[in-house]
């Protein structure tokens, strides 16, 4: 069955502008999680989305924020970006929340300039 | 979570066998052992877990020591499509997913 499927895959935005970035997660996964992947930082986590519902978040601004819909699709959304914001955010999914085996998506290449 | 210890970089012949250690003397009793590989420009790819027992799947072998303070990735017969970097990771499964990636090991299959 297919994988976890992010879009789009590679961006380029502006500073102080918005970035929408969309996940779906393997048929039949409830659990999306997101991960922002920098060379300083590694992989951190961003938040855990199940049952529409964040039920863990790491250690980022407001600015960073997201959703998931009732198909379990999720969105990420990034508001006033700043040039530390580039990156490669990760989505990954899970059949339950905390479920055993996380299955990560290609990621979505995220430039700020 | 409890941290892991991975050397920096390995290097493998093509068709051998590569073993990549993880330290995590703090590891508790609920806490499982995973191992992920990301090549370059791609997500993190799952290869295999486990908790106290020794594991086997058609990618990798996982052997985790009595005490559970570390373990070995055995990859059995390592190509050059297996060169990227692998991270130890231990969490508690049914927690959450906030999986804590350290640097990794980067591993170089030579032909």
């Known amino acids: 069955k297919a994988g976890v499927t992010q879009t789009p895959r590679y961006l380029i935005k502006t500073r102080g502008q918005q970035v929408t970035l969309s996940c779906s997660p393997i048929?039949?996964?409830?659990?999306v999680s997101w991960y922002q992947q920098t060379p300083g930082q590694g992989l951190q986590f961003l938040f855990e989305?199940?049952?529409?519902?964040?039920?863990n978040k790491g250690n980022f601004p407001g600015r960073f924020s997201g959703r998931q819909f009732s198909n379990s699709r999720s969105e990420m959304n990034v508001s006033t970006l700043e040039l530390g914001d580039s990156a490669l955010y990760l989505c990954?999914?899970?059949?339950?929340?905390?479920?055993?085996?996380?299955?990560f998506g290609e990621g979505s290449w995220l430039t700020v300039v | 979570d409890a941290k892991t210890t991975q050397p920096p970089s390995m290097d493998c012949a093509e068709g051998r066998a590569a073993n990549l250690p993880c330290n995590h003397s703090?590891?508790?009793?609920?806490?499982?052992v995973y191992w992920y590989r990301q090549i370059h420009s791609q997500g993190p790819q799952y290869i295999i877990h486990?908790?106290?027992n020794n594991e086997t799947n058609e990618m990798a072998s996982l052997i985790i020591t009595e005490d559970r303070k570390s373990s070995t990735l055995i990859l059995p017969h390592a190509t050059l499509r297996d060169t990227a970097v692998y991270y130890c990771?231990?969490?508690?499964?049914?927690?959450?997913?906030?999986?804590?990636f350290g640097a990794g090991t980067r591993l170089t299959v030579k032909p």
């Open positions: 703090t590891i508790s009793g609920n806490e499982y």
């Open positions: 486990g908790l106290k």
């Open positions: 990771i231990v969490r508690v499964s049914y927690n959450n997913n906030d999986m804590r």
């Open positions: 990954a999914s899970s059949l339950e929340q905390g479920g055993n085996t996380i299955y």
């Open positions: 048929s039949g996964h409830r659990s």
């Open positions: 989305y199940f049952s529409e519902t964040q039920r």
